[in-house]
């Protein structure tokens, strides 16, 4: 019997699929994307909250959906999601050298053990000369120095350490500390819009209406107009934009105080139209 000089390569059989990596892989982007939006939301609703009370009103009035408040987020959050990629990448940079200095001197490595006691204390100082960045960064120290010191003491203790136990708690820190500076930042950004608000940094209304709208509100004119030659009968001046969503515009008065005002709350409707102008 003749055997054929050339046989078709065997074909070889696909490796079967590992489920549990897929499984795990699956389950890493989504809770990514679970905090990065955990993240959008509370940033949002923190600095809603926050600029609304200091303005004397509840943000609860403001009926403000999930999208608004992630919407309102997105660039400072960014940031905050910035800063932390750059650090990972000092951190890699880094590390090989931190690693040696470590290995080579015990002094070190027991200093070091400490640090996640020893940044907050230093960032609480640096608090004496920069009160509002101390606020906002103290919980990333608190991060920072706790997967500090667990790097140091998994480096320490080598192959006897229960690493991914320690992996997983070193996990949950950073992202516990992750959140809290974001709320902390987000504060004080909804103090800042709260300020500019009250030193009359937002844009001026001007309502035209079909109908009589009452507007008792200090400061606010009500001017007839000429019902033959216009449209609207009645326009309002005299009044600032304090915020827009859910197809309503809150605007309080050109001589609103933080001890005094009226909100008033107006629906994006076809028989009223408004002019903004700084």
Excluded at 55 to 61: A, D, M, Q, R, T
Excluded at 71 to 82: C, D, E, G, N
Excluded at 203 to 213: A, I, M, W
């Amino acid at each position: 019997m003749k055997t054929p000089k050339h046989l078709p390569p065997r074909q070889k059989r696909p490796e079967p699929v590992d489920q549990g990596e897929v499984l795990r892989k699956v389950g890493a982007v989504l809770a990514n994307v679970t905090v990065i939006t955990g993240l959008l939301v509370a940033f949002g609703w923190k600095r809603s909250d926050t600029q609304s009370r200091a303005l004397g009103i509840e943000s609860n009035i403001l009926g403000m959906s999930t999208a608004d408040y992630m919407l309102r987020s997105i660039t400072p959050v960014f940031v905050l999601l910035a800063v932390v990629v750059v650090s990972g990448l000092v951190w890699l940079w880094l590390e090989p050298r931190l690693r040696s200095a470590l290995l080579a001197s015990k002094p070190l490595r027991t200093a070091l053990a400490w640090a996640w006691v020893q940044l907050p204390l230093v960032v609480v100082g640096l608090g004496y000369v920069w009160p509002v960045a101390s606020f906002y960064t103290f919980p990333l120290a608190v991060g920072g120095g706790i997967l500090l010191s667990c790097y140091v003491i998994r480096l320490r203790a080598g192959r006897d350490w229960n690493w991914p136990r320690i992996r997983l708690f070193a996990a949950a820190a950073g992202v516990l500390c992750l959140f809290w500076a974001a709320l902390n930042y987000a504060q004080v950004d909804g103090q800042r819009m709260a300020d500019e608000f009250a030193a009359h940094a937002a844009p001026s209304v001007t309502v035209y209406s079909q109908e009589r709208l009452h507007i008792s509100a200090p400061g606010v004119r009500e001017q007839a107009l000429d019902g033959e030659k216009s449209r609207y009968r009645y326009r309002y001046v005299g009044l600032l934009l304090l915020e827009n969503t859910g197809g309503k515009y809150f605007l309080v008065s050109d001589e609103w105080t933080r001890s005094s005002g009226v909100v008033v709350v107006l629906r994006d409707e076809p028989a009223t139209r408004l002019e903004f102008s700084r």
